[in-house]
């Protein structure tokens, strides 16, 4: 037994006896009359105040119950052969898929219990490291051996909606193991995607696997266009579906928190499903997607987006003249834009400067200036060499290669759907980098920078491919001017990852930043040097960032806001994944499997359901029904009637 | 209406009455009555169903002589007919503080009881005396007869009683003794006394039809004590302690069975009949099917 004091306790046998033997003070219960009573009761007059004991059913179960409590409450325990070793780093999973919750799952429950289980497990004098593992590494407890301070501490974990990135947990369960041999790694996920370290850990590693259900949809992706000119914004959503079974759902927009759209959408299994919808008004300065009803993960049925309400940049369309690329640059709020033929191209400029409205983007579509602007520009089918690069000859049925998602030129654009007929050549100059490439390697779309300039360019001409025809082609175009034209100082993305810390450029009279998050909390952080590094967020949200500072003009002022959101398909994808990949990251000890270690295997519980029981008969006993009152329950008379004959 | 027929229509309606009167209390002893009623007497007399011949003594009815059997046997011989006459139907309520007891009330249930069975008297003509039996004494009510008589009877059974003692065999024996005119006797009571068959047999010796309602409230039929109970006899203020469970209620219906059993035996024995009543009986069902079917009224 682990508390032998606990048996105490069992006083308490001798006192409930005791309890049965005092005689009670009675209840008076007026009767018509004694007269057949008193044939029965022989002890009428026995005034002590003590009785003798008479077997009682009730008595009996007390006994029993208290007997009971007091051997579960000294822990009594069988001595069991351990499988983990005598140093146990156990990682919880807490990323968004185990917040997963549908029907009789519930994943984090699922997780605690199981990892209270593996802390039931510990060999004897075993410690254990709990780990909380979202993102980063949460150590709760740190190589205990008080397994209620771990099991405390367990009851506490609960799920985030932080897309999951083992990398920490495991650099830390390594540094532990490393100082003791004898340490088994126990990680307790769903193995959904979790993002892994590249390189082993130095012990063997468990995989306690929780999680059956795959039956969840995502928005994945959400993002607002501003028709040019037009008195409406355009929504670009994507729903997926990663389930096995194909799924409608009802998908509803909101604008500054008023429904103005919602439509049912069928995803196939394992797809995904994409919407531009045009009914948005252009005032709205948020935008909130939701799927209404419910799936097995929660987080990522809602999605946020912010309308930028920002000056236009004066645009520039050099070229013969393309109505898919101007079309698709006037649909971006941050454009205003103009258009002229090569030869008026340098006449323009000046004409721009000399105005005091100079441009500040060209797009060449088809042509190559002599002389680059100093301008961010955009190179489409070039033709001839330039601040680009060097122009070769022609790719005929050019694939397109694997592309980065993480890639912000690509963010929302699915390419591969994408034909291009013919596309050039072309050896970038020093400073850009391919966004997509050919399977051999040349590239398609490239950005950078070239001599300071933000410089991007696309490899092919826009009238020899389906990609214009393509929702992909906006997204592309809005992605590479925001490349192109990065957001100014001290201004927040419109749109962030849970879990992504930035740092941002602000004005240094600024002491401190206010982060409200849109469900009403609020935290402060300082600004050093003009920098604020603002952390990851934790939830899906709008975040607005208000300035504290002793001057009245920036005091209170809003900084900026941004849309935090899940999208990550990793996470939305809930079906437990393949341990396999978790548990090879472990090394395998040189001298085979680890030696049993001894361990307790507890049986206090069993007491304790056995103690419920008999409380349970206990009370049943105590108000058991008597013959009487059944009959009247069902409605029979008493029974001797007169037709008794005597 | 009047505060008598207030009293009637408390006890019954009616449609039970009318009911009522479709019956008569058994008379299964033939009885010697003062005037001409509704029953059979051993009375010798004129009617039409034959009884008996008798040798001719002087001053007989010559109308009565058989003829017929002079012509045979040349002696005379006169015909007995049964002679119809009343009976006294006595109803007797146990009053003790006993029967101030129960869900019903047995002595509420006692005086409807009394009040249907006396009613089924005046019906059929008979006299009839009710009386309460308590406080060592009993108080009859002066004989009546008739249906006309039934309000004055339900206000002398429905009177409050404030009986104190018990006394069931001293006040059935003062009963005894003074009764007059014989016929169905009808007690009505717990008979929860140490005097009870004494009482008993006092009124079974009265030669009248002896019946018995041995009326006993649901909770005295079916106890339910508490573990810590100290029962209070409301009657004569002893107390006894029980400790309400399963085997103690067990014992207590098997001394009640074996209780009701005694009087049964004592009771038939004498001739009578015995019935044991809960308190929440229906009257209808008590005299239409348990007193029918105990021959009790008929």
């Known amino acids: 037994m682990i508390v032998p004091l606990a048996l105490i306790g069992l006083i308490s046998l001798p006192v409930i006896v005791a309890f049965y033997m005092l005689r009670l003070r009675r209840r008076d219960v007026p009767v018509g009359s004694t007269f057949l009573w008193q044939q029965l009761i022989r002890d009428v007059e026995a005034n002590a105040p ?9 008595l009996l179960v007390q006994l029993l119950i208290a007997a009971i409590v007091v051997v579960a409450a000294a822990r009594p325990f069988t001595p069991v052969q351990s499988d983990l070793a005598a140093n146990v780093v156990l990682i919880v999973d807490t990323s968004a898929s185990m917040a997963t919750s549908i029907g009789g799952e519930d994943r984090i429950a699922l997780a605690r219990d199981r990892a209270a289980e593996v802390v039931g497990r510990l060999p004897e004098g075993g410690t254990v490291t709990v780990v909380a593992a979202a993102d980063s590494a949460n150590v709760l407890v740190s190589e205990t051996d008080d397994r209620d301070a771990a099991l405390e501490a367990i009851d506490g974990i609960t799920a985030t909606q932080i897309p999951g ?23 307790v996920t769903d193995a959904a995607g979790d993002e892994l370290p590249a390189l082993g850990v130095g012990a063997p590693v468990q995989v306690e696997r929780v999680g059956e259900t795959d039956a969840n949809q995502a928005i994945a992706a959400l993002s607002a266009v501003r028709r040019s000119g037009g008195a409406q914004l355009d929504l670009f959503v994507a729903v997926s579906n990663p389930s096995g079974a194909e799924a409608t759902r009802r998908l509803e927009v909101y604008a500054d928190g008023e429904l103005v759209d919602a439509r049912d959408m069928t995803i196939p299994a394992g797809q995904r499903a994409e919407a531009l919808i045009g009914s948005v008004p252009a005032a709205a300065r948020t935008l909130e997607a939701r799927l209404a009803g419910s799936d097995a993960l929660a987080t990522d049925d809602r999605a946020v987006a912010v309308v930028p309400a920002e000056e236009a940049t004066r645009a520039l369309v050099v070229g013969p003249g393309n109505a898919y690329l101007e079309n698709a640059l006037a649909l971006l709020p941050r454009l205003e834009l103009f258009a002229v033929g090569i030869e008026g191209y340098e006449d323009a400029l000046a004409d721009a400067e000399e105005d005091g409205t100079p441009y500040g983007f060209v797009v060449f579509d088809g042509v190559v200036p002599d002389e680059a602007p100093a301008v961010p520009a955009l190179y489409v089918d070039p033709r001839d060499d330039g601040a680009f690069g060097t122009v070769g000859g022609r790719i005929d049925s050019p694939g397109i290669d694997r592309t980065d998602p993480n890639d912000p030129i690509l963010r929302f654009v699915d390419l591969t759907t994408v034909h291009i007929g013919r596309a050039r050549s072309i050896e970038l100059a020093d400073g850009l980098d391919p966004v997509v490439s050919t399977p051999a390697g040349a590239p398609l779309v490239a950005a950078g920078s070239v001599a300071g300039t933000p410089t991007a360019v696309i490899a092919f001409d826009l009238d020899e491919s389906d990609l214009p025809l393509q929702v992909a082609f906006p997204l592309l175009m809005s992605n590479l001017v925001d490349a192109l034209l990065p957001v100014g100082e001290g201004i927040l993305p419109s749109s962030m990852k849970l879990g992504e810390p930035i740092r941002v450029r602000v004005d240094p009279a600024i002491e401190r930043v206010t982060v409200h998050d849109d469900d009403g909390t609020e935290r402060e952080v300082p600004v050093i040097g003009g920098e604020l590094t603002l952390p990851g967020a934790d939830r899906v949200g709008l975040r607005e960032l208000v300035a504290v500072s002793t001057d009245p003009e920036l005091d209170g002022k809003v900084l900026g806001t941004t849309a935090v959101n899940l999208f990550s398909n990793d996470e939305s994808d809930v079906t437990p994944g393949d341990p396999t990949r978790i ?13 049993a270690q001894p361990a307790r295997a507890e049986w206090w519980w069993p007491l304790a359901i056995a103690a419920l029981a008999l409380l349970a008969v206990e009370w049943l006993l105590f108000h058991r029904p008597t013959r009487r009152s059944i009959g009247r329950a069902f409605g029979r008379r008493p029974q001797p009637l007169g037709g008794r004959a005597r | 209406m009047t505060v008598a027929e207030t009293e009637r229509s408390r006890l019954f309606d009616e449609t039970f009455l009318r009911r009522l009167e479709q019956l008569e209390l058994a008379s299964r002893r033939l009885t010697a009555g003062r005037m001409k009623g509704e029953r059979r007497s051993v009375r010798r007399g004129q009617s039409v169903e034959f009884a008996d011949y008798r040798t001719y003594a002087t001053g007989d009815d010559l109308r009565q002589l058989d003829w017929n059997a002079y012509a045979r046997l040349e002696r005379l011989f006169v015909k007995l007919f049964v002679e119809e006459e009343d009976v006294t139907v006595h109803v007797l309520v146990d009053a003790s503080r006993s029967m101030d007891y129960g869900e019903p009330n047995k002595l509420d249930a006692a005086r409807r009881a009394a009040a249907a069975l006396a009613y089924l008297g005046l019906a059929s003509m008979d006299r009839v005396s009710v009386a309460f039996l308590g406080d060592g004494t009993a108080s009859p009510m002066r004989p009546l007869r008739g249906k006309r008589r039934a309000t004055e009877l339900f206000t002398f059974l429905t009177e409050p009683r404030h009986e104190r003692l018990t006394g069931l065999a001293s006040a059935a024996r003062a009963y005894a003794s003074r009764m007059r005119g ?13 005097g009870y068959l004494d009482a008993l047999r006092d009124l079974a010796g009265t030669r009248s039809q002896l019946s018995v309602l041995h009326l006993l409230a649901p909770e005295e039929l079916e106890p339910e004590v508490a573990p810590d109970a100290r029962l209070v006899d409301q009657e004569t203020g002893q107390q006894v302690e029980v400790s309400g469970d399963d085997d103690l209620v067990d014992r207590y219906r098997a001394r009640l069975e074996e209780w009701s059993e005694e009087i049964g035996s004592f ?21 239409f099917d348990v007193l029918r079917r105990r021959r009790v009224v008929e």
């Open chain 1, 50 to 58: 003590w009785q003798r004991l008479r077997f009682s059913w009730l």
């Open chain 1, 165 to 187: 990135d083992l990398t920490d947990a495991f650099a830390l369960a390594s540094a532990l193991a490393a100082k003791d041999s004898d340490s088994t790694i126990v990680v």
């Open chain 1, 583 to 595: 548990t090879d990251m472990g090394r395998v000890p040189d001298d085979g499997p680890t030696a």
């Open chain 2, 182 to 194: 014989t016929g169905p006797l009808v007690l009505i009571s717990d008979l929860m006394d140490p």
């Open chain 2, 267 to 287: 009771v038939s024995r004498r001739g009578g009949a015995y019935v044991r009543v809960p308190s929440d009986i229906d009257l209808a069902d008590l005299l």
